[in-house]
């Protein structure tokens, strides 16, 4: 199972959680990375339908990894369809919560051309129907995530829709390098209206599913 942890302020909290649903012993690791792509590496243990919350904070901090994004993997060697994996993102001083979706990776996959669609995704300009205060600017996000050991290429378009209107914009090219995260930055999408409230982010890649993970944010 593959994930991005996130540390957007010094308040945030980052928690994954990991659930048995067997009723036999699970056996694993947990390998936590920063954007760059160095990680570490601990083994995870859970008894018959046991369930254990992880800390990312005190782990990344324990294994001094630098950032405020990074990846997690959990490695199940076997029995692997019985971990239930959630994982959130949640800071109570700025008022702020997020759940950061997990994807199964299987290495045994062909190679294809993957299509990965974030619909519904609120761009700078809240829609007036959230009702949120006058002025409100929302930082809408991607995290791209190379899961593999090898540099990969990934194209990206956002179709955007306004009240009167709709578009699509072509995003820059991206080359990951392996291992590594980075950041879409979608507030200043050249040719995108500013009423145009929401929009669905496109991305297309070659390889297996998994091996790029992309989680959309607008906080």
């Known amino acids: 199972m593959e994930t991005v942890w996130w540390l ?12 048995n649903a067997s009723r036999q012993p699970l056996s694993g690791s947990l390998v936590v990375s920063d954007a760059a792509g160095h990680s570490i590496r601990q083994a995870v243990n859970l008894g018959a339908a046991e ?3 992880l800390d990312l904070r005190a782990i990344t901090q324990a294994a001094h990894l630098e950032g405020a994004e990074g990846g997690v993997t959990v490695l199940v060697p076997t029995g692997g ?34 299509t990965m669609r974030a619909p519904m995704m609120a761009l700078a300009n809240p829609d007036p129907v959230l009702q949120f205060p006058g002025g409100t600017k929302l930082v809408p996000q991607v995290f791209l995530r190379n899961t593999t050991s090898a540099p990969l290429d990934a194209a990206a378009s956002l179709n955007w ?18 291992g590594a995260t980075r950041v879409l930055t979608l507030a200043a999408s050249a040719g995108v209206p500013e009423d145009a409230y929401w929009a669905t982010v496109v ?3 070659q390889g297996r599913h998994g091996d790029i993970v992309p989680i959309a944010t607008s906080f």
């Open 8 to 19: 957007p302020r010094a308040t945030a909290s980052d928690y994954l959680m990991l659930a």
């Open 161 to 178: 829709r306004s009240p009167s209107q709709s578009g699509t914009v072509a995003l820059p090219e991206m080359a990951l390098a392996a």
């Open 81 to 114: 369809g019985n971990l239930i994996v959630s994982h959130i993102v949640f800071d109570e001083t700025a008022g702020m919560s997020a759940t950061m979706k997990t994807f199964e990776r299987n290495g045994a996959e062909k190679p294809r051309l993957h």
């Open 51 to 53: 369930t254990q919350r």
């Open 203 to 205: 991305l297309k890649y």
